[in-house]
């Protein structure tokens, strides 16, 4: 199994940048391909935002974040970082981080084996 911890949501104001943390932990950790961010807001569903090797080498990114927000894998502390910049009213949300076994970099939740409890961000306009 593997757990998945984010951290690092809050209210901002728009424009204003911040990072979120997923510390991931577990004795199958080593088996993980990918990890993710999704984003959920009220009344809609979870929806891809950014996804990562756990080499750190390959990268994609949904369209509305991509050129805003960049994703990065430190394997030495297990922790994937979602730097979101020029936030936007838009991308206020529940963000969950995700990790699968597959080992291509996947937009399809389905194929998501292990999810956070979620981080919230809220962005004021």
């Known amino acids: 199994q593997v757990q998945l911890v984010e951290s690092g949501g809050r209210l901002v104001n728009s424009g204003d940048s911040l990072r979120l943390s997923c510390a991931a932990s577990g004795r199958t950790l080593r088996t993980i391909g990918v990890l993710a961010w999704f984003r959920q807001a009220p009344g809609k569903g979870r929806d891809f935002v950014a996804a990562?090797?756990?080499?750190?080498?390959?990268?994609a990114y949904s369209d509305s974040v991509q050129g805003r927000f960049s994703i990065s894998m430190n394997n030495a502390k297990n922790t994937t970082y979602l730097q979101m910049n020029n936030l936007k009213p838009e991308d206020t949300a529940t963000y969950f981080c995700?990790?699968?076994?597959?080992?291509?970099?996947?937009?399809?939740?389905?194929?998501?084996?292990?999810w956070g409890q979620g981080t919230q961000v809220t962005v004021s306009s």
């Open positions: 990562v090797s756990r080499s750190g080498g390959d990268t």
């Open positions: 995700a990790a699968t076994p597959v080992k291509v970099l996947t937009r399809y939740f389905a194929r998501y084996s292990f």
